[in-house]
Structure formats: C-alpha cells, structure tokens
C-alpha cells in the first residue's frame, strides 16, 4: 500500500512562472460565437429603428427648413408648413421606443451571459479550460458591454439629429406668428433626456452589467431576465423621477419669464416678507375676493393678472428649475455615475467568479 | 509525484458537510476510481481537484504541489463533468474550435481523426448527437489538450452498455498509450473492475479505502466456514460477514499467506466485492497507516 508520507514534489516554479496568459484575443472568436445570436438579434433591432428615424429624420428637417423660411410668416401656407412640421411630433412616442433598447439588452444579453452557463452546468467545461475562469467572465463582459454601448452611443447620435429641429436655437419657443409656436421641447424632458448624449449609451452598459451580475447571482435564464427588467426599470424611473433634478442645486427665481426650454422642478407662492410658504387656503381665499376683472372667459384665471394680483398682496411666486444649457452637464453627472455603476457591478461579477462563490 | 494529495480536506456548503477531514495521495500514472454512494461526496471532491470550487479545511494540490485552478494546473488537468456539459447549440467542429482557443496546447489532427473514427459528423450539434456520442465528443475534446490528468465524473451513468464500454477503452487507450493519469468517479463497479489500477472508496464525506488495487486485493481474503463459528472468528480484522444458512462468508484483512483457521477455507477477492463489502460497511476503514492511526474510532474494524 502506497503511504500518504511521500513526498509531493514541490510545483516546478520556474516553469509555472513562465506560463505566461493566454493571449485575450483568444476570446474573440468565442465571444462571437457563443453571442452572435443574441448581437444579430440587437443588430437587426437597431437597424430596424435607425431606418425608422433616418427616413422620419430627413422629412423631419425638410419639414423644419421650409417652416422656418417661410416668408410672410402669417400667411396661410406658411401656417399650413408649421403645421405640418408640428404634426410631426410624436413619431414613436417621441423617440419613447428607444427606452427599451437597454432593458432588452440588459435582459437577453447581459443575463443569459453567465446565467445560462450556470443553469446549463456548461460552466464546468468552460471554467476547466486553460484560458481561466475569471480571464474568460472578464473578457466575455468586456468585450460584449464595448459592442453593445457602441451600438447604443451609435443609435443615440442618430436620434439626436433627428430630435434637433425641436430645439429652438435660443431658449424660447419660436413663434411663426402670435398663435402659432414650433413644436419644441425641454432637452431635460423625462423619457428624452436619456436617448441622447452620452446618457443613452452608459445607461445601456449599466442595464448589461445589471443583467449579468443578476445571471451569476440566480443562476437561472429566466429569472434572472426577469430581475433585469425589474432592477432596470425601477432604476430608470427613481432617476428620471427623483435623483436627475439634484445633479446640480436648481436656480430659483421671482419672476416669470422662465425659458420654455427650462426644466420647472417646483413652483410656489411664499409670503414675501417673512419668506415662508404661503397656505394654499389662504391663496384661494385672496382670489375669490378678487375682483372679478381678473378672471378670464369661464373664470379661468389669466396667470398673469393672478400673479400680479397675488404679488400686489405681499405674496411671491418662487420658481425653481433647471436652464436648458446645464444638459451638457447633467449628461456627464449621469453618464460618469452610470459608467461608475457599471464598472463596479462588472467588478462584483468578476470577483464572485474568481472568489468561487458560484 | 501525486496528481492529487489531500489533507484534512473538508467542504461545506452551509451546514451541510459534504467532506470532512479528507487525507488522500493519488500517485501519478494510476487509472483511479473513486466510489461511493450518492452523497458521499465524489462531485464534491472532484470539483475541488479542478478548481471549480474552494476547500473550505483543509488543503489539496494537484499535479505535484500547484493549487487546483492555477494557470498550470489548468493546462493539465481535463475535466469532464457529469451529463458531459457541451454548448448544445454549437456543432462538433465549432466545440472543437471553442476548446482549441481556450487551451495552450490543442492537438486538432487528434481530435479530428477520433471523431472520424467514432463515426461524429463535425457539422452535427452537439445537442443531435446521442448520448454516447455526447461523452465520446466531450472526451475527445479533454484528451486533444493532452493532459497530464484526466478527472471524470460519472462518465457512463447515462450511457448503454456498448457506449460505456468504447467509452472505458479510450480512457484505457489514453492512460496506457500516453501515460495520462486517470480520476474516475463511478457507480458502475463492474466497469471499474476492468480500468481502475487504484481505488478510494469515500463514505459520508470521509476517505473509507485509499490504495492500489493490486495491494488491495494481496490484503484481503474472504474466508468461508460454518456459520457456528463466525462470531468467534478473531484472528484477523472482519470487513463484512456475509452469512449464509450453513456457511458464512468473512471478508478479512489477511494475506494469502496468513493461517487459516481449522474449517475454514480462504479465497482471493475480486475488487467489486471488495467495494460492495466496503460500501456496506461504511465505518470499516482500509487506509495507508499515518494518515488514519491518530483517528482510532476510524480505524477501528467492527464485525
């Protein structure tokens, strides 16, 4: 019987020191091959809405440039070209359709990444290989976040020339005549906002690094697919709705000229001498004593008389927002979180791999 | 130079204890089967010895010395897991193609000309081919790296007789032609019989058995003599009784060349026995002597 005393030699370091890694560009073809399904299948997706905005796009300017130089502005065709221009708005709910492109990346590229590996037992061959099981995560991550954020940043230029036009160039609305306004929006818009600058392509890395931390985290397709488009969502609507505003502290003002471009966060009337909010009770208790000149056809008040008025008693109209030029800004904020985010949610994944806590 | 040398090994996934207190050395050049019944933890220790998974007691080096999922341990260890895990999606010539570009050293013409033989389309998925060709493919994949070791878990519990038995003969092939040292878990004894050249026997997360087969099967006789006299039986340590209406059967850890007692007759053991008498008597221990000594009740051999 063999004793368990023998000596174990020792590990021919040198040997093993010379054992340099494997090159990375080993990964490429395995990449491709194991993803290339689910890259057509965002390819094809992409394609699909590049040619929709391209081809809504070129009408769109056209539309835009022959509005704007129309000449007299009041007269009759010059109306009917804004009007045309203006019933342009809304194509695909405003670019709202592109919302979905990072959730579905998130959910069928990021997810099954390493959940399906797992649910498969597939990870037992692929973790055994020479290449080495978190040099194989990182490289997989790596290189398909790269190809999906580039197709996103790709998309995301296209649907800003196509969104341009419905930014005046100054910050108010342009008017062809008194009634008449383009159509225009607040880049800030919630919904719009994200489809544009680099904002679009961060948020599509950070739903592929929250699919694939969630697939190593489960371990099954589905449920990890569906954990995606939940944390996503909930993600994208907590910022859309309640961080977004705070990236930079707001201006405030007393007046009323506010630009049709800003991003009004709040509007409320305080007591001007003491500062303090004024009751809403009180507020109405003041306007039904107002005479009734105020009051427009049907008793619908006209603001600005209302707000004269209000001022006339001792009341101030606080407004504060977000001025259209800070998006550049706002973009960086939230692009350099998001990409922070996806780092260390990749990281997490990576380290979990290596740790052998799957 | 052991493939595999454990000490003191354990693992636990949460409160359950899957190994505890593991000490083995697995000498280079063996075809070594490992058994045991289900949940003894031959998975467990497998997964160990490749690196997918971590002790949480204990530690165990492979290949001389270098810790499992090292770089160079990677390169020389082959691993097929149980159910043969393969892409399903992916034909044979992309499995190929997939495993060359994981692994430093890949012999393409080997695999080729075995899957030829074996008669595996290369453009056929993997996920269309039969079971057995599943394993063959799976094999032949671990064995165009040329590894120093191979570990296989379960390779034949879901393959038919003809499958399982091409199956062993390339492991055989490959341990016999190129030398590669073999670790087999298995709960087919009859097919170990054939290939394995050293035996574990693990038990409720414990090493129960730990040798060559040859050194084995010279320590242990079955002895046959009437039932009257089998509880009296001491002269040598008593693995199992096996009784019957007039005789009883004793398998015993002696030599050919110990006495017999008067009455009683000695016979040579095959090696499925020898395991079967194990695996029924799971606090019987046949252990290389330092590893067990400190650990008395362990050894202890009770009738």
Redesign the interface.
């Known amino acids: 019987?063999?004793?368990?005393?023998?000596l174990?030699?020792?590990?021919?370091s040198d040997?093993?020191a010379n054992?340099r890694?494997?090159p990375w560009k080993?990964?490429a073809?395995?990449t491709w091959?194991?993803h290339r399904t689910a890259l057509t299948g965002v390819a094809i997706l992409l394609v699909a809405l590049a040619v929709c905005f391209w081809v809504a796009g070129l009408r769109l300017h056209h539309a835009y440039a022959a509005a704007i130089a129309c000449h007299p502005a009041s007269s009759f065709a010059c109306n009917n070209l804004v009007n045309s221009f203006n019933g342009m708005y809304g194509f695909l709910a405003n670019g709202l359709i592109l919302q979905v492109v990072p959730a579905l990346i998130g959910a069928f590229v990021g997810a099954p990444l390493l959940a399906r590996e797992l649910e498969?037992?597939?990870?037992?061959?692929?973790?055994?290989?020479?290449?080495?099981?978190w040099r194989?995560t990182l490289a997989k991550v790596v290189g398909l976040g790269v190809a999906v954020t580039a197709a996103a940043g790709a998309i995301s230029v296209l649907f800003s020339w196509y969104y341009q036009p419905y930014f005046p160039p100054g910050s108010q609305s342009l008017y062809v005549s008194k009634e008449l306004p383009i159509a225009a929006s607040s880049p800030f818009t919630t919904g719009l906002f994200d489809l544009r600058g680099v904002a679009f392509a961060a948020w599509t890395l950070a739903a592929f690094a929250i699919g694939v931390l969630a697939g190593v985290l489960i371990r099954r397709v589905v449920p990890a697919i569906v954990a995606t488009l939940v944390v996503y969502t909930g993600l994208a609507f907590a910022v859309g709705g309640f961080l977004r505003q705070h990236y930079l502290a707001p201006l405030v003002t007393s007046k009323l000229d506010i630009p049709d471009t800003a991003w009004v966060i709040s509007q409320q009337w305080f007591i001007t001498k003491s500062g303090r909010p004024a009751s809403p009770s009180k507020i109405n208790q003041l306007l039904l004593h107002a005479p009734g000149q105020l009051f427009g056809k049907g008793g619908i008040p006209k603001s600005v008389t209302v707000w004269q008025y209000l001022a006339h008693h001792g009341y101030t109209q606080l407004t504060t927002y977000q001025p259209a030029t800070r998006f550049w800004p706002f973009q960086w904020i939230e692009g350099g979180w998001l990409l922070a985010l996806s780092v260390l949610l990749i990281a997490v994944t990576v380290w979990l791999v290596r740790?052998?806590v799957v | 130079?052991?493939v595999v040398?454990a000490n003191g090994l354990g693992k636990r996934y949460g409160s359950t204890r899957a190994l505890r207190d593991c000490?083995?050395?697995i000498?280079a050049g063996h075809v070594a089967a490992l058994v045991g019944p289900n949940g003894a933890g031959k998975s467990t220790l497998l997964?160990l010895a490749?690196?997918?998974?971590?002790p949480s007691e204990g530690d165990l080096?492979v290949?001389?010395?270098?810790s499992p999922?090292?770089?160079?341990a990677?390169?020389g260890?082959?691993?097929v897991?149980?159910?043969t895990?393969?892409?399903?999606n992916?034909s044979a010539r992309?499995m190929l193609?997939?495993?060359h570009?994981?692994?430093?050293?890949f012999d393409q013409a080997y695999a080729e000309a075995r899957l030829a033989e074996l008669g595996i389309p290369l453009k056929r998925r993997a996920g269309r081919l039969s079971g057995g060709q599943q394993a063959q493919l799976?094999l032949s994949l671990a064995l165009a790296?040329h590894p120093r070791l191979l570990v296989l878990d379960e390779p034949v519990a879901m393959l038919d007789p003809i499958a399982r038995h091409d199956f062993m003969a390339t492991v055989l092939t490959a341990a016999v032609d190129d030398g590669v040292s073999v670790l087999l878990s298995s709960h087919v004894l009859a097919e170990l019989e054939r290939v394995a050249d050293y035996l574990i026997v693990l038990s409720q997360g414990r090493v129960q058995v730990a040798?060559?087969v040859d050194?084995?099967l010279a320590?242990h006789r079955v002895l046959t003599g009437p039932v009257a006299e089998a509880a009296t039986y001491s002269e040598s340590p008593v693995v199992h009784v096996r009784g019957g209406e007039i005789q009883t059967h004793l398998l015993v850890r002696v030599t050919a060349d110990d006495p017999v007692p008067r009455g009683w007759e000695s016979h040579p053991v095959g090696l499925e026995e020898l395991a079967l008498a194990y695996l029924r008597e799971p606090g019987v221990g046949a252990l290389?002597?330092?590893?067990r000594a400190p650990d008395a009740d362990q050894v202890e051999v009770r009738r």
């Open positions: 019987m063999t004793t368990l005393t023998t174990a030699l020792p590990a021919r040997e093993d054992l890694p494997m080993r990964m073809w395995v091959r194991q498969s037992g597939t990870f037992r061959f692929a973790w055994t290989q020479g290449f080495g099981r194989w740790r052998r | 130079m052991n040398e000490s083995l050395a000498p997964n490749v690196g997918l998974s971590a080096t290949l001389g010395g270098r999922g090292s770089p160079a990677l390169d260890i082959a691993f897991a149980q159910d895990p393969l892409y399903k992916l992309d193609h997939l495993t570009n994981l692994n430093r050293h799976a790296r040798g060559e050194d084995l320590s290389p002597g330092p590893a």
